[in-house]
């Protein structure tokens, strides 16, 4: 296992690079211009100036090979110095933002909270729902409970975020004043009064991703469950008179949940990246909204690093699934 | 109505009463949306309007703009003019007195040294200063004394006012910048985010892209001031969320720039928690005419550039014609509401220098018609489009893609098409369409369509800059990489001899009225600019929040040292 590991992580490296350097032929072929939101009260000649200072002017290679020293080796070194508090970067440039002119990892520091606590819980609170409803559904296949599990699902999976966000705030934010509509970044949870302010703004945001999770992955429960279900060691079991509850709970959902554990851990990725719709719906200033920020107004280095990120949080997370896959199954033999 | 007035009067009296008798950071939290969010607070390395109103809370020039487009005195004694003796009479140096005591937030004095390492630090090499237009012209900056700030120009100045004034040209702390200058300044990310400063509140906090907060600046030279304690300066989501925390939910005291169509704009009032407010100021939505053919039959380098004048437009009374087929009051009520009104002005304000032009306020379809028809153009074959020599009068009219743009689009195509003319639409990414990529076909620059819808306006009041865009050395093509501001190609001699006149006139008056003649030249003599409508700014104030002011000519947060809670 160690050594697939390995390889599966040397493996990587080419891959990341190739999607890197991708990544950045994509952002920098797309139209758009890093200028775009200037009033134009500003002349060409000062445009020029700026797009030089950016270093947005330099050869699309140059800039390539500066954002991968960066990126690889300043970037670590500012890690460890923030760790550590040592100086092995002694000031050197590090991956700016084209728009604020702050670093991109300051931006990504900022963000990752507010993202991790909503979409997070979203897809904690998603697998809690998703478990017993596709377990439940596949026991009682065809029943009222399945039938209603299946629409439900559906709906979940076909009724686009940005509609129930919508709603929802029209309904409980607007009209009844339940929810604030703007999610506020700066609040900290220390006593009872704040946390009840989180669990306020959080509410909408959570119900409309935890449902769009839990859709999914209460189809895929529901259908590993039902594969299991008419397997021979289920009979076996039965016929050794084992109760229903202890077939189903015991002997089926372990067996069930294997490519379930894969699916969600495929989904962690998802997580980090936040969920730009919903983001943008409630205000969240996460990730998600970073980017799509960024890629208004054409900021390559911030969408190239956040981009790349996702891409890194991907290709692990879907080592982390295979892992755990050999892990769980014991069939599974990768060496 | 005099009576009425005079109450009114009393009553805005008695509601402003109480801001007199507040005390610093005796009104709490004052919370203000900004969907398109902060980025910076350093106005010199801005990369849009959101980011200088932003940081005019905290920093300021030496004079601002009132809500009237008048000059007054933010740092400095007076207002320097040639009267007083501020202004040489040669008109190559203007001097500025620093009001004595000022403090920066941090408890250090502010001097004229400061003054002058501003002005370096936005002509440094490499700082890519985006404010650099301000700082045209300055030769040196002098500081005989502490207080004393003298701006040495290459040559006279007739508006000697652009450096040093509104908040797109604040002062900045000496101390604080002294290493940012040039390449390092996108480097100073502590200080672009927190800059000291002199105006009514200081930074404490600072998440790019998501909210700033503020307190009272304890130095601020009015010891009763500000009245709120703190700032919340939040960032996110759209215009029509930003009208609905303020107008619907009473979540924010105030939101910027809640452009939404009239429709909303009614929904929005039914809330009861607040109120839009609106400025006029010079941002004019336009059609712009190509005066070069950018058919595509035409090799790319020749494409829309002089050497091939428009086949159709050239003549002068198509484009009456194009203009006069437009009812400008029905895009304002479908597009804007309160948020514009018509006008057939380049330069719709300050009054010293907007003309008196109105003659294009009513729509004239069988006029339009006559004129067409006087120019050889008439519908041969029935087909209901005009043509000539066997040429049918079709044009391609570019604009961004933008939800209003559309409705204008559309209805604008609907005119035209009465009249004879068929119209193609085309809408561009706003982020390609302003972009100035020279690689791409679709920048306004390049304008590789017969006309084109956007909107524009000049900083602070003076329109000098703004009319020196027409002139024939400014008309973009493959040599100058398409780079320059008369996107039209008009090239007329007699317009560039007014310009140069400007650049040499002073007085107030005398400079308005070569300005009135220069607007004219460029909308109703020629119609080379089609006016439409005059956005003003418009925002949302709620119930709660007194002392707000609206003010187009400078940022819109301008007197929020003047602003407390309504109770």
Known sequence: MLTYTLRRLLTAIPTLLLISLVIFLLVDLAPGSPLSEIPLTVPPEVRQKMMAAMGADQPVMVRYVLWLKQFFWIEPQYLIDYWFGTDFAQGAQR?????????????????????????????????????PIGIYSAFRQYSWFDQAGTFFAMAGFSVPTFFTGNVLIMIFAVKLGWFPTIYDTQLRVTDWASFYKMIMQMALPVTVLALFNAAEISRYTRSSVLENL????????????????????????????????????????????????????????????????????SDLPLIQTITFIFAVLIVLFNLIADILYGILDPRIRYD | MKLKSALLGAAAAF????????????????????????????????????????????????????QDGNLFPRLVESIPTVENGGVAADLTSITWKLKPGLLWSDGTPLTSADVKFTWEYCTADGGGCAQGAKYEGVKSVDTPDDLTVVVNFEGPKPYPYQPFTGGTAPILQKAQFANCLGAAASTCTEQNSKP??????????????????????????????????????????????????????????????????????????????????????????????????????LAEGERSTIKHPHPILSEPKVRAALSMAIDRQALVDVGYGGAARPTCNLVPAPAYQASDNTGCLTQDIEGAKKLLAEAGWTDSDGDGIVDKDGKKLTIVYQTTVNPVRQDFQAL????????????????????????????????????????????????????????????????????NQWQGENVNRFCDPAYDAMAKELSTTNGIEARGALVKKMNDALTKDSNVIIPLADRG???????????????????????????????
Not at chain 2, 414 to 435: A, C, M, T, Y
Not at chain 2, 547 to 561: I, K, R, T
């Open chain 1, 95 to 131: 991956i700016i933002s084209w728009q604020s002119k702050a670093p991109a990892f300051q931006i990504i520091g900022e963000r990752l909270p507010q993202t991790l606590t909503v979409v997070g819980t979203a897809y904690f609170i998603g697998i809690l729902i998703a478990l």
């Open chain 2, 537 to 567: 700014r418009f925002s949302a104030q709620s119930n709660a929040l007194g002392g707000f002011v609206m003010n187009s000519w400078d940022a819109e947060l301008w007197n929020a040292q003047d602003w407390y809670r309504v109770k």
């Open chain 1, 230 to 297: 008419n397997q021979d060691y289920v009979r076996t079991a039965r016929a050794k008179g084992m109760g229903e509850a202890t077939v189903l709970l015991k002997h089926v959902l372990r067996n069930s949940l294997i490519p379930v554990v894969t699916v969600i851990a495929l989904g962690m990725p998802t997580v980090f990246g936040g969920a730009i719709v919903t983001e943008n719906i409630f205000k969240i200033n996460g990730i998600g909204a970073a980017l799509i920020g960024a890629i208004h107004v």
């Open chain 2, 15 to 66: 509601v402003l009463a109480p801001a007199a008798h507040a005390e610093r950071g005796s009104d709490g939290d004052v919370k203000i949306l900004y969907y398109q969010a902060v980025s910076t607070l350093n106005a010199y390395l801005s990369s849009g309007t959101k980011d200088v109103e932003a940081g005019s809370l905290v920093l300021e020039p030496l004079a601002g703009f009132d």
């Open chain 2, 412 to 479: 604008v195509k609907g005119w035209w098409n009465e009249i004879g003319v068929e119209v193609e639409l085309k809408s561009i990414d706003p982020g390609v369409f302003f972009g100035g990529d020279a690689a791409s076909p679709d920048t306004f620059q390049k304008f590789y369509a017969d006309v084109e819808m956007y909107a524009n306006n000049f900083d602070g009041t003076d329109a000098e800059p703004y009319m020196a865009q027409y002139l024939c050395d400014k008309i973009p093509g493959p040599d």
């Open chain 2, 196 to 297: 000291i400063g002199t105006g009514p509140f200081m930074v404490t906090d600072f998440k790019v892209n998501d909210v700033v907060t503020m307190a009272a600046n304890p130095n601020y030279r009015d010891p009763a001031k500000p009245a709120f304690a703190t700032v919340t300066l939040k960032g996110g989501g759209d215009a029509l969320a930003a009208a609905s925390a303020v107008m619907e939910t009473g979540e924010f005291d105030y939101a910027w720039n809640t452009q939404i169509n009239p429709e909303q704009q009614t929904q929005m009032e039914a809330g009861g928690k607040g109120k839009f407010v609106n400025a006029f100021g010079t941002l004019v939505e336009r059609i712009e005419i190509n005066m070069t053919d950018p058919s595509a039959d």
